[in-house]
């Protein structure tokens, strides 16, 4: 999920780093999408910045993380005695004494068992030229020794500088306003800007120290200030108009390459739907339009943020759920019986859902899950019609048609049409699946002696909840703790890198020694250089991978573009900086540290941001890697996800951890299967969340929510409710960054299968194709039309037969949507 809780209307102009997430086919919107924007609040800051640490859930089936987080006991000043007593030993120390009587405090078993062992794993990708770990970067790495007190001085001075520029730009005669002048000015100082102000509202997710992280996370707020005090720039705005004015009354716009129209136009956009071209009156109610919305946003996440409900069951309630989920529940007497108090974070509720044998139990629990933000029903209600109103004054038919005009869709109409379409193809698969769902409950109903009124319930379904999961304990026998045995971190991450570097034709040089320079020791610094560099020239750019938790870091998995690839105006190439912040799990004292296949495929996908951020070469660095449009920019790394489930793949990076020995065909075909399972009503509840988004930023007037998210909940994803819950003040998508957009993430899915059968699946590892994907993809970034890229790499327009075929299993679809 991605967080924006802005209603500002202009794009980012300064910052467009996405950070993104995949969707997991196993669970369900996989979220925390972190782009640091102007006007964007930072509420994924607020979250990591809030002393929570979040370890990655090893045995938590399901994976729907809002903010897959708890407050641990781990009390933020603990933590950075417990860091720097740590330090202090060397990071090669294990188990100090403070660590020791933290874990004896510590209930928290998923907690403490993944900080047992801090013993720092490093990975060295081979295939590297001996000759090639002299070659020196043309551009020195950053350093990461800022004070905190640095952080927001440095921030202070950036803005001031772009500032001035904006001010000088702002100070030209119309006559004097040309693509020199204006364009590339305020192109460079963009630039100049990010360089410095990306690395520094990065420590908030990364820093060991509490001042630095609250340094960057206030160095983010004068950074967003700034940017909606900029965005409204009238002056600043009259220039480019003038200087578009004079550029095509001169005949000089015709003369510019794509990217600079690109750039031109781009700015002209952004003024405009900032409202900088509407007459003052109507600019100043805008005004207050927005900043209202963007109060109510504010108030609704934090609403989501805080939310802190629970529902308390009886030990006999729970006869089903795992002894060690519910060790974990705060357990209290209450009368003469013992209760347990279930919060509602995904590692207590969802083992409810998932593991729970009472239907009345899951049904109670459902409906306390569906209706715990009821709190936001008024706002949600108040947020539409803000923005049913500025849609209007900025003259858009619906807020649908202003989100979408910059996306790759285009029209609130067309996303509509999607949707739709692919409702009508998916249905006749989920009810086949239901039925299937349907007989097994029915057979579990008369083993244990329940009624059965022959209906599929909402807390019966999700993915990999209840009789998702007793299907494929059934009729696969796959049990996801035998499968993770086969993938030891040590053996997965170097295996996906040398992946990568063969495919993409790169080598990653680690930087150690004194020549290393990282923000925690764990850090790996890599400079990247083509496969056959010999001198600078070849010299790619810098990658950071972070990849173990360790306490207030972020806690999911996520890339950051750092740095920006661009030209400088002295035509020399700036190079561009990712870092990836993941959080793959640590050896115990009995095993090494092992991922699930899932994990597995994160990794993958995030490592195809990673290349996306390294192997754009775009001349602006607005328009750099993955600053694409929001509904494609998951697309290359969805694509990439494919590899893993590859049985050639799987094959090259699996490696029992005792045995030493890869997946056999027959375990790696059971992965393989459990892929589609009941992936008809996996995507009709997706279009379910993305139906209802779009329909309340299409509809003219407003409506009962709660009604109506329940009425297209039972149509749509095949489910029926108990009682109507108010789930629309949970939906945390339509608010905070995701409103109009939620289709993105099926939209991007289609774009990447017709990817990955029409040039990659003959041959995954082929390095011919990863050169194709490179310049075709990767290397123009948003430098033009998404879909002139995507149409140059398949050689013909996008269509969605390749996603369908893979759900309905055939190879030939006999219904292929339009897109
Ligand atoms: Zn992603």
New binding site residues.
């Given amino acids: 999920m991605f967080f924006r809780a802005s209603a500002s209307s202009s794009r980012p102009r300064l910052f467009h780093g996405v950070h993104?997430?995949?969707i997991r086919q196993r669970s369900y919107t996989r979220v925390v999408?972190h782009e640091k924007a102007h006007g964007y609040i930072g509420l994924v800051s607020q979250i990591t910045t809030s002393n929570t640490v979040t370890i990655s859930y090893n045995q938590i089936p399901s994976r729907d993380i809002h903010i897959n987080h708890r407050s641990p006991s781990l009390s933020t000043s603990a933590d950075i005695t417990f860091r720097s007593q740590l330090l202090s030993r060397g990071p090669r120390s294990t188990k100090s004494s403070f660590q020791q009587s933290h874990l004896q405090q510590n209930r928290q078993r998923r907690l403490s068992t993944s900080i047992k062992n801090t013993e720092p794993i490093f990975y060295f990708p081979s295939d590297i030229r001996d000759d090639m770990v002299n070659l020196t970067p043309p551009q020195n790495p950053p350093r990461w020794d800022h004070s905190p007190e640095g952080v927001v001085q440095l921030m202070k001075d950036a803005i001031a500088q772009y500032k001035a520029v904006s001010d000088e730009v702002a100070a030209l005669l119309p006559t004097e306003c040309n693509f020199e002048t204006v364009r590339a000015r305020l192109a460079d100082a963009e630039a100049r800007f990010d360089i410095v102000a990306e690395p520094l509202t990065f420590y908030q997710n990364v820093a060991i120290s509490k001042e630095l992280r609250d340094a960057s996370t206030q160095a983010e707020q004068l950074q967003r200030d700034f940017g909606v005090e900029d965005s409204m720039r009238l002056d600043v705005f009259q220039a480019k108009v003038a200087a578009e004015k004079n550029l095509r009354e001169s005949g000089a716009f015709e003369r510019l390459t794509g990217e600079q129209r690109r750039l031109v136009e781009k700015m002209i956009l952004d003024g405009k739907r900032a409202g900088l071209a509407l007459p003052e009156e109507e600019k100043t109610q805008l005004m207050a339009l927005q900043k209202e919305l963007s109060q109510v946003v504010v108030e609704f996440m934090r609403n989501f943020n805080e939310e802190d409900g629970r529902i308390t069951f009886t030990r006999d309630e729970l006869e089903g759920v795992p002894e060690d989920v519910i060790s974990g529940f705060t357990k209290r007497t209450e009368g003469d019986k013992e209760v347990y108090d279930v919060t509602f974070k995904t590692p207590d509720i969802f083992p409810v859902f998932r593991f729970a044998v009472s239907p009345t139990t899951r049904q109670r629990a459902y409906d306390a899950y569906e209706s715990r933000l009821a709190i936001n029903v008024p706002l949600l209600e108040r947020a539409l019609d803000l923005r049913r109103r500025i849609a209007s004054i900025l003259g858009y038919k619906t807020w649908a048609d202003y989100v979408t005009e910059v996306k790759m869709v285009k029209t609130g109409d067309a996303a509509q049409a999607f949707v739709d379409d692919l409702e009508a193809k998916l249905r006749p698969v989920g009810i086949k699946e239901r039925e299937i769902l349907l007989s097994l409950k029915k057979e579990e109903h008369e083993k244990r002696g329940l009624p059965f009124d022959g209906e599929f319930y909402i807390w019966d379904y999700r993915k990999a909840l209840y009789y998702d999961r007793l299907f494929v304990e059934k009729t696969l026998s796959l049990d996801d703790s035998l499968v993770k045995e086969y993938f030891p971190v040590s053996v997965v991450v170097p295996t996906i890198l040398s992946i990568y570097q063969n495919l993409l034709g790169v080598r990653f040089i680690e930087v150690t020694g004194g020549k290393k320079d990282v923000w925690h020791p764990e850090v790996q610094q890599f400079a990247v250089w083509e496969r056959d560099a010999n001198d600078e020239s070849g010299f790619i750019g810098y990658c950071y991978l972070d990849l173990f938790p360790r306490a207030a870091k972020y806690s999911h998995a996520a890339?950051w573009g750092l740095l920006p690839g661009y030209n400088l105006p002295s035509k020399n190439r700036h190079y561009p900086l990712t870092a990836m912040v993941a959080n793959l799990a640590k050896p115990t004292p009995e095993r090494p540290a092992l991922m699930r296949h899932d994990d597995v495929t994160t990794f993958f996908?995030?490592m195809?941001?990673v290349f996306h951020g390294l192997l754009s070469r775009t001349r602006y660095s607005r328009f750099h890697g993955t600053a694409v449009a929001r509904d494609f920019?998951?697309a290359p790394?969805?694509m990439l996800e494919n590899w893993c489930w590859e049985p050639k793949v799987l094959e090259k990076m699996s490696n029992h951890y005792e045995k030493q020995v890869p997946l056999s065909a027959d375990f790696i075909e059971k992965i393989v299967q459990s892929r589609y399972v009941n992936v008809g009503l996996f995507y009709l509840r997706q279009l379910f969340f993305a139906k209802f988004d779009l329909k309340v930023h299409t509809d003219k007037e407003p409506t009962d929510y709660t009604n109506l998210w329940t009425e297209m909940r039972e149509r749509i994803s095949l489910v029926k409710s108990g009682e109507p819950q108010p789930g629309q003040g949970s939906f945390g998508h339509i608010v905070g960054g995701y409103d109009a957009g939620y289709y993105g993430y099926t939209y991007s899915l289609v774009f990447a299968a017709d990817m990955y059968r029409t040039v990659f699946q003959r041959d995954p590892l082929d390095p011919a194709l990863g050169q194709l994907y490179r310049s075709k993809i990767l290397l123009p970034g948003g430098s033009r039309d998404e879909m002139m890229s995507l149409e140059d790499f398949l050689g013909r327009p996008p269509n969605s037969e390749a996603f369908l075929d893979e759900i309905f299993g055939s190879s030939k679809s006999d219904a292929s949507a339009n897109l």
Avoid: L, N
Wanted: with cysteine; glycine share 8%; aromatic share 0%.
């Fill in positions: 993104c997430h995949r999408t890339v996908h995030e195809g941001h920019v998951e790394s969805q």
